[in-house]
């Protein structure tokens, strides 16, 4: 490998096309030193490169990261190999980089084991121009209905370091405006991301949550769960992630998260109407809330099609993009 160019302090080796940092550690997070370097690569236009053993785990906030942009994570095998950490193809260094071997295939991922993995909440909403602004309602109804409590804490990195604040993480936010936000959000039995941006039509607000063992939460408590986000929520998407058992990110190819089921708004439903939201194509139907503000809570168990092929059927029927 290369000396560093320049003097980047949270790379371990740097070059003109990477910003490689090593984390040899059971669980590596989003710790300041990993976020700095994520920010520095981005803004010269390089690939970040998280090089960890092969028995480390990420967390959900740092797999978050690594997924998004010009991030990648690198598995250093007992040999001395190296790997892609969420795909398994082979890589080795270039001279600027880790980069895929000639010829590198993808390993097939690995069946998921039934009730395996964590739970998985996407929680996306509308705050509507000239509304008051307020934030955090739904890692509330998260953690309130999955973990009897409200959330722990929020900062910018791992671990954490600000109480549960909604009224200060409103501030945060709105003051930051029109430019994003996006901080790190925790328990209790949650981790995940919040952020908040400008919309054609108001402000976004979108959570991400790794939850507790799937196998572990009781139907009753997700049921609560979309209950009360249909009062506010735009989306919400309810699945277990078979690569993350014990709410850990393990290396190797997994299949993707296992969709439960879907919560369309009362925006959607009612651009469409209350009988076609009654004929979303799913095996389990049930309307929440009140006249003129009822939301679809779409369950896909108990199905004759797959999981995935009902939840590209729900978006279809309500004219929505298809997920990646």
């Given at each position: ?6 003097g ?55 797999e ?9 994570w690198?598995?250093?095998?007992s040999?001395?190999g ?18 895929p ?20 909440v ?5 705050h ?10 739904a ?18 990195t791992?671990?954490v ?26 328990g ?13 039509a ?9 939850g ?14 979309a209950?009360e ?7 919400m ?20 998260a ?7 708004g009362?925006e959607l ?52 993009p298809?997920?990646?």
């Amino acid at each position: 490998m290369v000396e560093p160019l320049t003097g980047t302090p949270a790379a371990d080796i740097e070059t003109a096309e990477a910003i490689v940092v090593e984390q040899f550690r059971s669980v590596v997070a989003a710790s300041p030193r990993l976020v700095a370097a994520a920010g520095t690569a981005a803004a010269s236009d390089r690939l970040l490169q998280v090089v960890t053993s092969e028995h480390s785990a990420l967390t959900y906030p740092l797999e978050l990261l690594l997924g998004e942009g010009r991030c990648e994570w690198v598995v250093r095998d007992s040999s001395g190999g190296h790997r892609d950490g969420t795909r398994g193809f082979p890589l080795s260094w270039n001279g600027s980089r880790f980069a895929p071997e000639p010829n590198a295939t993808a390993a097939a991922p690995s069946e998921p084991v039934p009730g395996s993995g964590s739970l998985e909440v996407r929680i996306t909403s509308l705050h509507s121009d000239g509304a008051t602004l307020r934030f955090g309602r739904a890692i509330e109804t998260v953690t309130s209905a999955l973990g009897d409590g409200e959330p722990a804490g929020w900062g910018g990195t791992e671990p954490v370091t600000e109480p549960w604040s909604a009224a200060a993480l409103t501030k945060l936010c709105r003051d930051r405006l029109p430019s994003p936000t996006e901080v790190i959000v925790t328990g209790p039995g949650v981790v995940g991301r919040l952020r908040v941006r400008k919309a054609e039509a108001g402000v976004l607000e979108e959570v991400e949550l790794s939850g507790p063992p799937a196998g572990t939460v009781p139907r009753e408590a997700v049921e609560t769960l979309a209950a009360e986000a249909a009062g506010f929520a735009r989306m919400m998407v309810v699945a277990a992630h078979p690569g993350r058992p014990g709410g850990l990110r393990v290396n190797g190819p997994t299949p993707p998260a296992l969709p439960y089921g879907v919560l369309i708004g009362h925006e959607l439903v009612a651009r469409n109407g209350v009988a076609h939201a009654k004929r979303t194509p799913v095996a389990k139907v049930a309307i929440f809330g009140g006249a003129g503000h009822e939301a679809a809570w779409c369950r896909l168990d108990g199905g004759q099609r797959p999981p995935y092929e009902q939840m590209a059927a729900i978006l279809h029927h309500y004219g929505m993009p298809a997920q990646g």
